[in-house]
């Protein structure tokens, strides 16, 4: 590995110690280091700026990284996946955060992450985002997400109706505050929180799950993820917010949404112990109940 790149936004004092050791170590293995500026303007002087190579730019994506390094929590790590792309650039996430489905390795634990990075000692784990196609250029070319796709009234109290549609075929009119398209990596983020399926990676599938939907009748209902999915908005109101993950924007109900699945991956890096079972496990707790 020659370059390689390190993306946070925020700074804990008690991480500060072990994140400043890792761009010295990489700087001695003669890596070429990328991060973001407004990063490392929270360490206060504690991390040489003549010894980065290049300062991060979300508008220019760079094919050439060997790695990725995200460095907060999963909100974190699906903002990395903007910088990454299409590139087939593997990102590794470490958790600075709190849950942390997709930044695995803890604190405590970067150098031996990185160690077992140059020994080999890892795998690729693809994901499927999802690509939203929209009237006007409402996203860019950041027109997809990792985890999901959210459909949500605005601040009025009003719920919404959302008519939903797959390959053309009407599917139903939801009654309901929103409507979460996720992948299999978005199943353990807000459509769970609602009641939503966990779905494993490699499924390809879809679940499609409603946001305190009027029907009690209505649940979430798991599709392939090789079918569009077309939905059209209507309420009392006349804005709408859509979201990518985080990312939040107002629509109006004249506007068409189409969701399909992206046509590349992104590439997670799982380190030689870890497994998707191993981690969901411990991050919701199961077995920890005396009563089993």
Known sequence: MENIAIFGKELKQEH???????????????????????????FQGAIDESLIYNWLDRST???DFDLFISIGGDGTFLESAL??????????????????????????HIKAAIDQMFLGNFELEPRTPLCLEIDGDLFGEENFGLNEVTVHKNDDASMIIINTY???????????????????????????SVGGPIIMPGSENLVISPVAPHNLNVRPLVIPDNVTVELSVEGRGDNFLVSLDSR??????????????????????????????KNIREKLSWGLDKRN
């Open 166 to 192: 797959i390959d053309g075929e009407f599917l139903n009119a939801y009654w309901a505050d929103g409507l979460i398209i996720a992948t299999p990596t978005g199943s353990t983020a807000y459509s769970m």
């Open 248 to 277: 939040i924007a107002r629509i109006n109900s004249s506007t068409s949404l189409r969701v399909k699945k992206a046509p590349f991956k992104i590439q997670l890096v799982k380190l030689k112990g870890n497994s998707y079972l």
């Open 83 to 108: 910088y990454v792309r299409n590139s087939n650039v593997p990102i590794l996430g470490i958790n600075t955060g709190r849950l942390g489905f997709l930044a695995r390795v803890k604190s405590g």
């Open 16 to 42: 500060k110690d072990e994140i400043v050791f890792l761009f010295d170590y990489l700087n001695k293995k003669g890596i070429k280091v990328h991060t973001n500026r407004a990063y490392v303007e929270l």
């Open 61 to 63: 994506p760079n094919p």
